[in-house]
């Protein structure tokens, strides 16, 4: 049950050149949400369908479950939020509508201080020295920001580079959110840091936080590797425990303006901080396939999965949230065991699933086959009958991609001439053979 386990294919797949190009996307693509309300979402993340979109957008929000928020140990954890004010004003509301109903204790961190529908945001950076304030390049992006504070719609519409430089500006965040954390609820065993595109499920982590000894410095989260620095990816959320905490703030005591010197030298600010928790004798303990940096529709669901709690997704927007959460607040209605992602699967992706989609592409790293150009469809679908562990594939002009595992992909454009199969009975084969006796955490002993 016990094991120690991390994803091999996150170390290959994770390269500098492919985070930078996600970057690239999302701040691009935010532009747009931000400048085109309407289009809620960056369209690239959006290419992939909304799950449960037969849902409709208008339909009211239920409740949250009278149970989420008196879930036992609760009261021992803080939920901090990273975000932005360029970003927040988009990204939060959900939050306040779903998840947060049901923490009672959290705290949101952006890089400029306000009130925003009731909620207090606090900045995170007031703390940096002001010799960095003065020469690191990505305050200038701060300081024109706080100078438009009443007026930050107005700011981004003019600037168009905001997404670009507040995202610069965010590596600074890191350190000193883990200290502004430790001192927002001192008596907490546990804290949790998430971003506001990141999905909590809130039940999921107080049963598996449960069974860690919350008394050890932990430093728990998804394993990436970038130029030799082991650290957890931020974007999936990642947890510390107190002693964790304490151990980094006592450490960084007497080396502060060493830590901001690295800071200016370095890009990114969650490799920054797996570099100050490494110097302090923290290590990391990998939390997949619990942590993801994933969403529902770009995962990959494999059986090997099925049997574990899902924590977090990465890059959701809104509707996808709220799906997940009227999900978990069904499911703590009347389950004791904890969400699994088979439930996910099961709820949310198998319904999506059919024999044949037009202009749906894959998103998967199958394995490619070359067609003849009379070859179709049909052709491709056959291929991946003849290969038992075939779930599904994808056809387009002269090339099928077969994979092994399911994904249920996006929306491909029309000029692609791409078709999706999955391979149902196969599917519905492999789900009923499931058997989650004891559902599977990720210890760390
Ligand atoms: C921070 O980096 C900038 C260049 O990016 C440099 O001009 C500045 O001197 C650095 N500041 C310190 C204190 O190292
Ligand atoms: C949109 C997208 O990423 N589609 C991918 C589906 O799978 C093939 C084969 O691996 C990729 O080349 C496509 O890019």
Known sequence: MISRLTDPRLFKSILAGFVSFTVALLIFFNINAILNPRASYPASLKKAPTILSTSSATEEMPGANERCSQLPGADDVLVVVKTGATALRERLPVHFQTTLQCIPHYVIFSDMEEEFQGHHIHDVLSGVSARMKECAPEFKFYRDLHENHDRVTEFMRKNAHFQQDAWHLDKWKFVPLVERALLAKPDAKWFIFIEADTFLVWSNLLKWLAQLEWTRPYFLGLPVTMEGQLFAYGGAGWLLSRPAIQRMTQHMASQNDNYEEFTNKTSYGDLILGHVLE?????????????????????????????????????????????????????????????????????????????????????????????????????????????????????????????????????????????SGWMIERISRAKASVQCQRERWISTD
């Open 279 to 419: 110097q302090a004798g923290i290590g990391l303990t990998g939390g997949w396939p619990l942590i993801q940096r994933e969403t529902p529709s770009t995962m990959e669901h494999t059986e090997d999965l099925w049997c574990y709690p899902i924590v977090t997704f990465h890059h959701i927007d809104a509707p996808d949230i709220k799906s997940i959460w009227h999900l978990e607040q069904n499911w703590i209605a009347d389950a004791l065991t904890p969400l699994l992602h088979f439930d996910i699967f099961n709820n949310l992706i198998n319904p999506l699933l059919s024999t044949k989609i037009d202009d749906w592409d894959n998103f998967s790293d199958g394995e490619e086959k070359a067609l003849t150009a009379d070859e179709g469809f049909e052709d491709c679908k056959r291929i991946c009958e003849a290969d038992v562990q075939c779930m599904q594939f994808r056809f387009t002009p002269r090339k099928c991609t077969i994979s092994h595992s399911i994904i249920l992909g996006w929306k491909a454009d029309s000029s692609m001439n791409s078709i």
